[in-house]
């Protein structure tokens, strides 16, 4: 599976290593990700996402509800 948030959508990103001498070499910044279970209390189970720091902070602080809610409205989540 790659390296995707399921929340954010968030992804590796591409960019250059620069040495002292100015050299540039291609590099790749990697997202920051977890794998975590949340508990849904309105569905009562638990559920198991693949979810960037960004995204637990933003979970932390709306709740996962609202933060599926947002996903799916913006297309993120199915």
């Known amino acids: 599976m790659s390296r995707v948030c399921e929340?954010?959508?968030?992804?590796?990103?591409v960019g250059n290593n620069v040495?002292?001498?100015?050299?540039?070499?291609?590099?790749?910044?990697?997202?920051?990700?977890?794998?975590?279970?949340?508990?849904?209390?309105?569905?009562?189970?638990?559920v198991t996402l693949k979810v960037s720091a960004a995204a637990i902070k933003n979970i932390n602080k709306k709740g996962i509800a609202a933060v599926l809610k947002d996903a799916k409205a913006n297309g993120i989540v199915k």
Do not use: C
């Open 7 to 13: 929340i954010t959508g968030k992804r590796a990103m």
């Open 19 to 46: 040495s002292h001498a100015m050299n540039k070499t291609k590099r790749k910044f990697s997202v920051n990700l977890f794998k975590k279970r949340f508990y849904i209390a309105e569905e009562d189970r638990w």
